[in-house]
């Protein structure tokens, strides 16, 4: 090998025309035309194992390139000028070894021979096998034969012969590819899938592979044949080219194909566009950018569509009518100002609500899959150690048959400020404790005022689609009225900004018997502008009817001043009291916890007679027991002197198992409830607070074991017990099964829109089995289910049995090469019961198969609607 030192140990040098060494003494020979020479004054390693050669010899720096030989013995033949290494040769070179029994250097040719478990490591950890290599002495080019190639990422290669080009180009001849590892038990056997070619080149400057004459094969059965393809190989994160293709079938679409082609511009922006031909629409295009900077990254995506036939949409407000183009704009996008700051955007612009659904765009404004909204925000946000800053901006588009979205509000902007400060006892006079400091802005506008009925609700008389006010002393199906308390306010149409503040104090003591006790003070300041827009009225008419929204209905809420400024300014003491019981044995540690809660502070002067537009949301349960301020939102606030009380028991086992139940009622003992004055949305109304002593509530949580827990929470009238709300949840794995199961009922609350009893179940299952394959379903089932009736415009027709509202199903295969799964989702997106359905039904199959590092398939058919819209009205 010229101009390159081998380093070895020898430990006789014998005469003759060879040259023989083993391993006590070593030799450096450079192949530079002259015989090697023993260096004498070198001495072995000390420590070297007997019978291996170590490279111990000093490497002048100037020599970079030096191959380093491990063998039992090495000979030097002057006559045929050939070096010959035996016994567990190893061959070290600019990050390559080359292992074999034997190995050959010819330096007439410069070529090395290597034969006997042959095997030869890259620098990048890529492995090849074969029963012999025949290389340049540099190693970068030669031919392989019988031969087989593992990659860092676990990619398999096999052939009878390969040759090496360069170090870069490696063609394997009628080879296979595969991401599946042999069998450990049958090596011989077919791995799942593989590709086999007549000719495999694997071009690693270039990181592709290229496959001629090539067959997929699933268990050594042929499936597919392939003349000619190309695909990155498994060392790719970002190459430009061609992404898997998408298939689309839709009665509304027609029949079409999705190519998407992705651009690798720079290592940190990319831009990939897919455009798609739809045989009924056309062609439809998209596009999205990708940008990734040093504090950040961004990315917009565009698509859009000039419809062939708008026709096959229904007419408005139930579809898009006669609309040609159609399309949408996002954009999201994270930026770290520091380690502390950051601030970012996710934003959304679409040509019609039903755009996303219709052509299935992905769109990550959307809030879930079955609540269809979608959800722009820009925020900037701050967070320290015990500190907390958020300033967001929201505008909300309800994307379903049912909004409308002149009612949803532009908050801008919502500002969060929350702040906690220990106190040292002695740099406070004794004082001691933590202060906390919470402060909320928010400002907001909305074009139309949504009002909703109390008792039934009733839908519009032009459509049957629009939430609307009965008068209280007229039949249903006369024209709407606005007013309480036939009639409550979801939100309110106009400009509305409050501000709070408020600022608490609490420490918590334990005295030499072990009671706690926490004293709390706080005071809470609010303002708020109100500026109502009273002189837009909205009216939909159609053959079937009209109806009328109107902004002016307000003051029936607000009385004749639509601009209102206004402020409260609440302070409160009090103190929390807790008694641990501690009774501990060789099985279990149980803790019994009597809870006594006392908050004072003065009435709200205009409880009730102010908007709420973030409080409506009310759960009195376990979790709220014992908070200062039960209300979810700022726009209510508590006021009067309550207590609550409780009791918790605790029992936890040395497995880790643990037993937990809480049980308790709240007191209104003096001043005005706050609960039982309903504000425009009646918040407070029918939340079991409402009267001076409080439902009951409770939990009971069981989990003897990481795999398996039940817990039961309710809430019981509080003269009755009678049940108001229930909720069992349960959830274990057990033999490759895992299963979620909760049952929730939930009592009638008329004032506040829910006439009805609620009850339903929600179960979800996943059994593993075989190591990979898996079965799944969820379900969610209405068992006491509603629906709105056409013919009176009520939400009052009960189908008289339960019904599903979301079903779902799959199995699947998935090992370390391959995922295969196959999914069903069923659920129905409204509430309308038709003459020709019950239901507005959706139903999807999604099919997706992934071959590691060479392919990824997906299919989702949609496989339409059960329910169909004819001149404006269901039928």
């Known amino acids: 090998m010229v101009d390159h030192l081998i380093e070895t140990s020898m430990a006789t040098v014998r005469g003759g025309s060879a040259l023989r060494a083993c391993a006590c003494t070593i030799l450096a020979l450079t192949f530079m035309g002259t015989a090697p020479q023993p260096a004498a004054a070198q001495g072995a390693p000390k420590g070297a194992p007997a019978g ?16 380093l030989v491990e063998a039992k013995q090495l000979v030097y033949n002057r006559d045929t000028n050939i070096v010959s290494a035996d016994g567990n040769v190893q061959l070290y070179y600019q990050g390559r070894v080359l292992e074999a029994d034997k190995v050959i250097y010819d330096r007439n040719s410069n070529r090395v021979f290597a034969s006997g478990r042959a095997k030869m ?17 540099d190693f ?18 096999t052939a009878p012969r390969a040759e090496r080009s360069e170090g870069e180009t490696t063609t394997f001849e009628k080879g296979t590819y595969t991401a599946c590892a042999p069998c450990a038990a049958h090596p011989e056997r077919p791995p799942l899938w593989q590709v086999k070619a007549m000719k495999i080149v694997h071009k690693a400057d270039e990181q592709m592979i290229y496959f001629e004459d090539a067959t997929l094969e699933l268990y050594g059965l042929p499936i597919a044949y392939v003349p000619y393809f190309s695909a990155p190989d498994p060392t790719v994160a970002r190459k430009t080219g061609f992404l898997p293709p998408r298939y689309i079938t839709e009665s509304r679409l027609g029949v079409g194909a999705a190519q998407p082609f992705f651009w690798n511009i720079a290592p940190n922006y990319d831009l990939t566009l897919t455009p798609t031909v739809l045989s009924r629409q056309g062609f439809f295009g998209e596009a999205e950018w990708r940008h990734r900077l040093d504090t950040g990254s961004y990315s917009v995506l565009a698509t859009g569509i000039d419809q062939l036939d708008p026709k096959a949409y229904a007419a408005q407000p139930f579809g898009t009518g006669n609309r040609q183009f159609r399309g949408s704009v996002e954009s999201n996008g994270q930026f770290f100002i520091n380690q502390n700051w950051k601030y970012g955007w996710d934003v959304a612009l679409f040509s019609d609500k039903y755009f996303v659904q219709d052509y299935n765009v992905r769109s990550s ?3 879930s899959d079955y609540i269809k909204e979608s959800i722009s925000t820009a925020y900037l946000t701050g967070q320290g150690d015990r500190s907390y800053f958020n300033l967001q901006g929201y505008r909300i588009v309800g994307l379903s048959q049912f909004d409308f979205n002149k009612q949803q509000p532009l908050v801008l902007p919502t500002l969060d400020y929350n702040r906690t400060f220990g106190l040292a006892p002695d740099a406070t006079a004794g004082v001691g404790g933590e202060v906390k400091v919470d402060v909320n802005l928010t400002s907001l506008t909305r074009t139309a005022a949504a009002y909703q009925a109390t008792g039934t609700r009733l839908l519009d008389s032009a459509f049957s689609l629009y939430d609307v006010c009965p008068s209280s002393s007229t039949p249903v199906a006369a024209l709407p009225n606005y007013k309480p308390p036939s009639c409550f306010m979801r939100g309110i149409a106009g400009d509305y900004t409050r501000a709070s503040t408020q600022v608490s104090w609490e420490r918590k003591f334990i005295d030499p018997i072990g009671e706690v006790w926490k004293p709390f003070a706080f005071v809470r300041a609010d303002g708020r502008w109100l500026n109502l827009n009273e002189s837009n009225s909205f009216t939909f008419t159609s053959a079937s009817g009209q109806s009328t929204i109107a902004n002016a209905d307000q003051a029936n809420f607000f009385g004749t001043h639509n601009e209102n400024l206004s402020g409260d300014i609440v302070p409160g003491v009090g103190l929390e009291y807790r008694y641990p019981f501690l009774a501990t044995t060789s099985w279990s540690r149980q803790v019994f916890e009597p809870i006594a809660q006392l908050v004072v502070r003065p009435n709200v002067a205009k409880a009730g007679q102010t908007p709420n537009e973030d409080a409506q949301s009310l759960v009195f349960d376990d979790t709220t027991l014992f908070e200062w301020n039960k209300y979810s939102g700022y726009d209510r606030v508590e006021g009067g002197v309550r207590a609550n009380a409780g009791a918790q028991y605790t029992m936890t086992f040395p497995t880790g198992g643990y037993v937990n139940a809480l049980f308790g009622q709240s007191y209104a003992i003096a001043g005005r409830n706050s609960f039982a004055i309903p504000d425009v949305s009646n918040t407070g109304l029918q939340s079991g607070l409402e009267t001076d002593r409080s439902d009951y509530v409770g939990r009971v949580l069981v989990a003897p074991t990481s795999n398996f827990s039940v817990e039961a929470k309710g809430r019981f009238d509080s003269k009755t017990f009678d049940t108001k709300v229930i909720d069992l949840i349960g959830n274990a794995r057990f033999f490759g099964t895992t299963t979620n199961l909760q049952y929730s009922q939930y009592a009638a609350q008329p004032d506040i829109g829910y006439v009805h009893d609620r009850s339903g179940v929600l179960v979800s299952e996943r059994f593993d089995f075989l190591d990979h394959y898996y079965v799944n379903g969820s379900a969610t089932l209405e068992l006491d289910p509603y629906k709105y009736d056409l013919t009176t415009r009520q939400y009052d027709l009960k189908t008289g049995h339960p019904e599903i509202a979301v079903l779902g199903a799959g199995l699947g295969y998935q090992d370390d090469c391959t995922t295969v799964s196959l999914s069903y989702t069923r659920s129905y997106t409204d509430s309308i019961a038709g003459a020709a359905a019950d239901q507005n039904v959706n139903q999807t199959v999604l099919l997706s198969v992934t071959l590691r590092s060479l392919a990824d398939f997906k299919l989702n058919q949609n496989l339409g609607s059960t329910s169909t819209v004819q001149d404006g009205v269901f039928k």
């Open 365 to 367: 404004s959307l809030g």
């Open 140 to 157: 970068k080019t030669g031919f392989v034969d019988s031969l087989s190639t593992v990659s860092k990422d676990k990619t398999f290669f």
């Open 121 to 137: 490591t890259e620098a990048d950890g890529s492995t090849t096998y074969s029963d012999k290599f025949e290389l340049t002495d």
């Open 52 to 67: 291996q050669v170590a490279a111990a010899a000093a490497q002048p720096e100037a020599k970079k390139d030096r191959l």
